[in-house]
């Protein structure tokens, strides 16, 4: 294995800006064949890196995204009993032919696949918490066994396997072990520039400066109950940019509040931070 060419494979990609700790953990991951734990607030492109990923890579993303009632079997395959049911009734096909009725998860559909695949497993923590050990033995050894047609499944080609979490319940240790993990911080101001540049080329600039430093000084607020993401300032710029508003003049406050607020008490708590007078949200 040619570990010096393994750890420089994805650096970004046109449309993600990666930072180099960020890109070392994604290559180590491939190097080491491990899954990729991605953890950090929501809104900080937790999601958008195994599309980047995927970009960079010139491969195919198969996402699985999870759900509360989300089980481990779900990904791997399903044995479509109702269908092969109503084909014995009524005489459609050969009933005993049973691989025609598994139809393969979001898993299985990686494993099976003839390329090299990136296999994004996105809010891992939304299911139970015996989801992620249901998950070791398939994920180490990269197959699984249908005891309905006897046969084990072995990935043709290990997927590139990046898992997401909001960090809204504590992982297994069993299952940390086995993965490479990298918590995205939240992008300071300058990084924050470079990820508006990507996106918006030809913004002005006085427009970003003026955003952007609101945008801050509001996700600096104590009283906050969600803060405004990078995706909601993308949206908020987008917003100001077409309207033509100058913040810095505006009169009744920020402009297009819920562009960037989604939350009644964050908004109300805004306008209680202007009518005070603080000093903190700029005003």
Not at 149 to 171: D, F
């Amino acid at each position: 294995m040619d570990n010096s060419t393994n750890f420089n494979t994805f650096k970004g990609s046109a449309d993600y800006v990666a930072g180099s700790e960020l890109a070392m953990a994604v290559n180590v991951s491939i190097a080491l064949e491990k899954p990729l734990l991605i953890k950090g607030e929501p809104g900080t492109g937790k999601t958008m890196l195994a599309r980047s990923v995927a970009d960079a890579l010139g491969m195919e993303l198969v996402i699985w995204n999870i759900k509360s009632t989300t089980k481990a079997q779900d990904g791997l395959y399903v044995y479509d009993t109702v269908q092969r049911l109503y084909d014995s009734q009524f005489g459609e096909g050969d009933v005993k032919d049973i691989a025609k009725y598994i139809k393969y998860g979001k898993l299985g559909e990686a494993f099976t696949s003839k390329k090299q695949v990136v296999l994004l497993i996105d809010e891992i923590d939304k299911a139970d918490l015996e989801f992620p050990n249901d998950l070791l033995w398939e994920l180490d050894r990269m197959e699984f066994y249908i005891p309905e047609t006897k046969e084990t499944v072995r990935a043709a080609r290990r997927p590139i396997v990046i898992i997401t979490s909001n960090a809204e319940k504590e992982l297994p240790d069993a299952f940390l072990r086995r993965c490479v993990f990298h918590y995205i911080e939240f992008p300071n101001e300058e990084k924050m520039s470079e990820i508006v540049k990507v996106h918006y080329p030809d913004i002005e600039m006085r427009v970003v400066e003026q955003a952007m430093e609101k945008f801050y000084e509001i996700r600096e607020m104590k009283d906050l109950q969600k803060k405004p993401s990078t995706s909601e300032l993308l949206d908020w710029l987008r917003a100001l940019a077409l309207s033509g508003v100058d913040i810095a003049r505006a009169e009744e406050g920020l402009p297009f509040m819920g562009v960037l607020l989604k939350k009644n008490q964050d908004i109300d708590a805004l306008a209680e931070y202007r009518v005070k007078g603080y000093t903190t949200v700029g005003w």
